[in-house]
Structure formats: structure tokens, C-alpha cells
């Protein structure tokens, strides 16, 4: 199975995305388990979280905030 980044998907760490979203990893692990944000792991392991996923966790949540340039993996960069 190839890797979200490879099919053009954008995706952040862990980390960034419970910056984003104001939260704790524990609370992004949470909401991951709950179905509420999807991820992908890629090649070296690492599990990262889908922008897409937390774009539409924002949305149910409160206005759409900006997301460009906050560090979110762009392929071919």
C-alpha cells in the first residue's frame, strides 16, 4: 500500500495537528480511534494525520480557519 503523500493527499504530524486543532496527542490519538480524523502511515512508520480530516473536523466544529503555510506536507516539494 503506498502512502497518502505519494497519491497527492496532504497530511501533518501528530504533533501539528493537535497544535491546529488546540488539543492533546492524547485527544488526536481519541479522536483517531473514534473515526473522527483519518490517517496514513508512511513508509519509515510514522502515522500522520490527513488535512482533509481535519479540515472537516474544523468545519463541524467552527469556521474553517487558514491553513496555508502551516507546515502541511505538500508531494513533490
Known sequence: MRGAESQGRRS???DDAAVLLGVS??????RIREGQLETVRTLGGSQRVLL????QLLRQRRRLPDL??????EPGL
Open 12 to 14: 501533518l504530524l501528530i
Open 25 to 30: 496527542r492524547r485527544t488526536i490519538y481519541y
Open 52 to 55: 482533509g480530516s481535519i479540515e
Open 68 to 73: 496555508a503555510g502551516f507546515g502541511a506536507f
